[in-house]
């Protein structure tokens, strides 16, 4: 599929499951990342899905310099099993001065810890996970949910049969709900930043972003 064209780039260091799976999901969005772990294995596995795919030592300043880790706006932490590793990465990132880290952490201790030495974002992807799993339990209409602030959010929801057929545009979400659609996924392929002119299709899941309050009356008066 090709890519869609932006200007943010991303890397994820790690790639366990976590830092797999955001690789991909950021690769298949349409943005540039690279993908940086130890393992060879686990490069060679992810080689195909993503812009780029570097074996190396992440916890060695230099060779992040030469990959050149500071001219990306958000790098992802994803070391999940070597604690000491995931908070020095991190230590050296913001040293670095790369503009936005996001750093994975395994509890509330670890994520205090992370947050003090300059993480930008700390995420708990088990913690995470059992949030998503409870939300889309109580809905058939969400495909994914994930908490972006403790108000806003962003879910993967079915397109509404009564908006199925209409644009962007003259279904106007954001002023009957207050919700932005910044992507929409049509069977393997996904459109980042879709127009007003983009029509919504049966089958087609929405990627929409807003409060929690506009997202839950959206999933309760458009369906």
């Known amino acids: 599929m090709a890519k869609v064209k932006t200007q943010k780039l991303f890397a994820v260091i790690g790639l366990g499951r976590f830092g797999t799976s955001v690789a991909k999901t ?9 993908a940086i772990d130890s393992s060879e294995e686990r490069i060679n596995e992810v080689a195909d899905s993503v812009t780029h795919a570097v074996q190396a030592d992440a916890e060695d300043e230099e060779t992040l310099k030469k990959l050149g880790i500071r001219n990306f706006d958000t790098v992802i932490v994803a070391i999940g099993s070597d604690v000491q590793a995931n908070i020095l990465v991190t230590v050296i990132l913001k040293d670095m001065g790369v503009r936005h880290v996001v750093a994975k952490a395994q509890n509330d201790l670890h994520g205090k810890v992370l947050t003090k030495v300059g993480a930008d974002q700390v995420v708990y992807p088990e913690r995470d996970m059992g949030v998503r799993v409870a939300h889309a339990l109580v809905t058939s ?32 979400l954001r002023a009957r709900y207050g919700i932005t659609v910044i992507a929409i996924r049509k069977g393997d392929d996904v459109m980042a930043s879709p127009g007003a002119d983009t029509l919504i299709e049966k089958g087609d899941i929405l990627v929409a972003v807003g409060s929690n309050d506009d997202l839950n009356r959206f999933e309760g008066e458009a369906f």
Not at 154 to 167: K, M, Y
């Open 141 to 172: 209409t969400v495909m994914d949910y994930l908490e972006l602030s403790p108000v806003h959010s962003l879910v993967e929801i079915r397109s509404p049969e009564r908006f199925v057929g209409q644009t962007l545009g003259k279904a106007d």
């Open 26 to 34: 950021l690769s298949r969005m349409g943005y540039e990342v690279l």
